[in-house]
C-alpha cells in the first residue's frame, strides 16, 4: 500500500462502487484472499497477499479515526458514475495498491495493479475505484477480522504458528510451541 507516489495508468475505471467485499478462503496457514468489487454491471475479483488486505484495513482505520464526527457523518460525493467500469468482469493478482482520501469529496480512492508478467506480452490489468466513508468503515472492520483469524503469532519470534505446532527460531528450534 502506497499513498502520496504518484499512480500510472489505470486500465478500467470502475467508478463509485456499489459493492466491496473482502473476502478469504481455506485454512488458517492455507488461506488466499480477496476484494471483490461491483459497480453497476462490471465485476471485478482482486486477488491479494493477507499483508495488502491487512494495511488497507489499517490505513482505512487510521483515516476514519483521524476525522471528526462533522467529517465521517457528511455525504460523500460521487467522483465518477457507477457503471464507467462498461460490464467488464476482471480477476487478476494485485502486486501494487495505491489508497488516497479526498478531503474535499469525503471518499476514497484505491487503485489496483496486476502482477507484471515479464512471459507474457499482455498488457497487465489495473483498476480504479472509489468508496465512501460507510464502505470504508466496513471494509476496514472486515479486513481486520479476517486477518485476524489467522494462525495465532509467536510470542518469542512473532511467525505464525501452523496447526501442528512451530519451531521458534529464537528458541534455537529446541522448542516446539502449540497452540493452546
Not at 11 to 38: A, V
Not at 135 to 159: F, K, M, N, T, W
Request: aromatic share 6%; hydrophobic share 30%; with cysteine.
Amino acid at each position: 500500500m502506497i499513498h502520496g507516489m504518484e499512480s500510472r495508468e489505470v486500465k478500467y475505471h470502475l467508478g463509485s462502487l456499489t459493492h466491496i467485499e473482502p473476502r478469504t478462503f481455506g485454512r488458517p496457514g492455507q488461506r488466499t484472499f480477496n476484494l471483490t468489487l461491483e459497480s453497476g454491471d462490471a465485476s471485478c475479483t482482486v486477488w491479494l497477499e493477507k499483508e495488502q488486505l491487512f494495511q488497507l484495513g489499517v490505513y482505512l482505520q487510521q483515516v476514519v479515526e483521524s476525522l471528526s464526527e462533522a467529517d465521517k457523518a457528511r455525504e460523500g460525493q460521487r467522483q465518477e458514475p457507477r457503471d464507467s467500469g462498461q460490464g467488464i468482469s476482471l480477476d487478476f493478482k494485485a502486486g501494487q495498491f495505491m489508497l488516497s482520501h479526498e478531503q474535499e469529496t469525503n471518499s476514497f480512492r484505491l487503485l489496483a495493479y496486476e502482477i507484471e508478467d515479464q512471459e507474457t506480452d499482455r498488457e497487465p490489468e489495473s483498476v480504479s475505484f472509489w468508496i465512501d466513508m460507510r464502505q470504508a468503515e466496513e471494509l476496514s472492520r472486515e479486513a481486520l477480522r479476517i486477518c485476524a483469524a489467522g494462525r495465532p503469532r509467536c510470542v518469542l519470534c512473532g511467525q505464525p504458528i501452523n496447526p501442528d505446532g512451530h519451531n521458534c527460531p529464537r528458541a534455537n528450534g529446541h522448542a516446539v510451541l502449540e497452540t493452546g
